[in-house]
């Protein structure tokens, strides 16, 4: 791969997460470069949608701090991270059902319009030309995702895989430098995987945007990662390239089973 | 002839004063989920809030202009509202974030309880009046066709015409504005919205002050045609069967669901009402609001709901 892997942009120092007795994450700490893919994968429950809430926002961490772009924090609420820069898809579909593709898109860009409301009621002036600035880079988005005929149906009514896309497309129009994907291909059939693998790496190469993934499916993992992380039962088990991670003795143990 | 047409307008124009209140209940569900409770205790102290404003400003002040003392009741009016909606969500709202929507329908049934007795507290519980000049003399109209002419009320006229603004406005803000889709993507799903950078909290203030707003219209309405008293809030009770017709979350429909209700009740009153002797007008809207549950429940306009299985 020719891409520059730039410096850390995104350092997860020492996160523990605990739900009353329950430890969902223990001392997990890794960093992420600028411009990669990297790779959170584990077994059921092992805790990576725990680690995406927490660098989200959702979850406040126990113990431990976010590092990014420089700046510590050992609490992010979801608007803050949203102005920073980090943008995310959802495991379970979180779309707006009842607008339009279009219209669930555009609310990407809302952080960035920011002219007056009574101006934007009008169509007039300055609003108009904001207006039809964002929608231009929302049909840009539109065509990227391959989704152009479906830019007016109600999302409620798109088959799963382009629901998918759409979520995706949402977090694009942020124009996010941190894309967080929970499980991305999720129930979906391999042609679907191959689209949804074919646009996170492109999104990767032609944005530079910076990507964090969680997914089940090893294979498409281990083809599109620069890094991979492995949570077992909340804790780190493994760190590396994919073929590091696959070389992995504690890896091959969680997913595998021990022998007995 | 004459006669169905001045029925027929004395519905619509009752009509257009239930869509008036319906409009209050779809705008918070259209934008927030959330089924409000409270917009006819919203009505009831929006309406006491001007009238005792317009009648304590002139003694605070020692002014006579009854137009200033409206002016100045209405901004207070106002303010009132955006301070009720503000408290709404600083207090309860915002503790309640990504809870099931029968969760916050609870609270605002607790809600509802605190306005009424918050309001007649300080506003007192006596019959007020509220006088913004609404001319009240019937004019007769197309006298030319009908012998006698059409009577109509003009009272009902101006407030027709201002209910059609208000919904041309609210229109506008929802469809063609940022923040109106901001406001419908939270409808639609609080975390997602969130999580791009959609500040929650302060949609919800926004929600419910249109949503103050428009009921201290319809409360200034109401209240300057049958007086300010309790038995406003049970014009809420009214607005119920208009959106069950109209879809809970279509501005088009609150109003054509108000037309089509006020028109039935007083047409059926009078055609229909000696047959079984009277009384139609009473139960006509929710037997109306039965049937669509039983064959449209999601109303003329309203979203239908499909569920993957």
Redesign the interface.
């Known amino acids: 791969m020719s891409k520059k892997i730039g410096d850390v942009i995104l350092d997860v120092q020492h996160i523990s997460l605990r739900f009353g007795g329950v430890k969902a994450l223990t001392d997990i700490s890794f960093n992420v470069r600028e411009h990669e893919v990297r790779a959170i994968i584990g077994p059921n429950g092992a805790g990576k949608s725990s680690m995406l809430n927490c660098i989200?926002g959702?979850y406040t961490p126990t113990e431990g701090s976010i590092m990014f772009r420089g700046q510590t924090f050992s609490h992010m609420n979801?608007?803050q991270?949203?102005?920073m820069g980090i943008?995310?898809t959802?495991q379970n579909l979180?779309?707006?059902?009842?607008?339009s593709v279009i219209?669930?898109i555009?609310?990407?860009?809302?952080?960035r319009?920011k002219s007056n409301?009574f101006l934007?009621?009008?169509?007039v002036g300055p609003a108009q030309a904001e207006?039809e600035r964002h929608r231009e880079f929302v049909e840009h988005i539109i065509d990227f995702l391959e989704i152009q005929a479906h830019r007016k149906t109600p999302v409620?009514?798109l088959p799963y895989g382009l629901q998918k896309r759409v979520d995706l497309g949402?977090?694009l129009?942020?124009e996010p430098q941190v894309l967080l994907l929970d499980e991305p291909m999720a129930g979906m059939n391999l042609e679907e995987k191959q689209d949804m693998s074919r646009f996170i790496l492109d999104v990767n190469d032609e944005f530079g945007t910076t990507i964090v993934l969680i997914e089940h499916d090893m294979g498409v993992v281990m083809d599109i990662s620069d890094r991979v992380v492995v949570l077992d039962y909340g804790k780190k088990i493994g760190d590396g390239t994919p073929d590091e991670v696959r070389n992995n003795e504690e890896v091959i143990q969680a997913y595998l089973g021990t022998s007995h | 002839m004459a006669f169905f047409l001045e029925t027929l307008f004395g519905g619509l124009m009752a009509g257009m004063l239930y869509s008036l209140v319906a409009l209050g209940f779809v705008l918070i569900f259209k934008a927030s989920g959330v089924f409000n409770f409270a917009q006819g205790a919203m009505v009831l102290v929006a309406a006491l809030a001007m009238a005792r404003f317009s009648e304590w400003f002139p003694m605070w002040f020692g002014f006579e202009n009854m137009f200033l003392a409206n002016l100045l009741a209405f901004a207070a009016a106002t303010v009132f509202m955006f301070l009720l909606a503000w408290l709404i969500e600083r207090l309860v709202l915002r503790h309640l974030v990504n809870q099931e929507g029968v969760t916050l329908l609870m609270a605002t049934l607790g809600i509802t309880y605190f306005i009424d007795g918050f309001g007649q507290t300080i506003f007192g519980s006596d019959i007020y009046k509220i006088d913004v000049g609404m001319p009240k003399e019937p004019i007769f109209v197309l006298d030319s066709i009908f012998e006698g002419g059409v009577l109509v009320n003009q009272e009902d006229v101006v407030a027709a015409v201002i209910a059609a603004l208000l919904v041309a406005a609210l229109s506008l803000f929802f469809q063609k504005t940022a923040t109106g889709r901001a406001l419908r993507a939270v409808a639609d799903d609080h975390q997602a919205a969130q999580s791009i950078g959609i500040p929650l909290n302060r949609i919800w203030v926004i929600v419910w002050c249109v949503a103050g707003i428009t009921a201290l219209v319809a409360g200034i309405i109401w209240g300057s045609k049958l007086g300010v008293q309790f038995s406003l809030t049970t014009v809420a009770l009214r607005a119920l069967p208009v959106i069950i017709l109209g879809g809970l979350t279509s501005v088009p429909g609150a109003i054509i669901g108000g037309l089509i209700i006020g028109v039935g009740e007083k047409l059926s009153e009078v055609y229909l009402g000696p047959l079984v002797g009277g009384g139609i007008e009473i139960w006509f809207a929710y037997m109306l609001a039965l049937v669509f549950l039983l064959f449209r429940p999601q109303g003329l306009f309203g979203e239908k709901i499909i569920d993957r299985v």
């Not at chain 1, 555009?106 to 952080?111: A, F």
């Not at chain 1, 934007?120 to 169509?123: H, I, P, T, W």
């Open positions: 989200n959702v979801s608007r991270v949203a102005e943008a995310r959802f979180a779309l707006f059902k009842g607008m219209d669930n555009m609310t990407g860009r809302n952080l319009i409301l934007q009621a009008l169509r207006e409620g009514q949402r977090a129009a942020m």
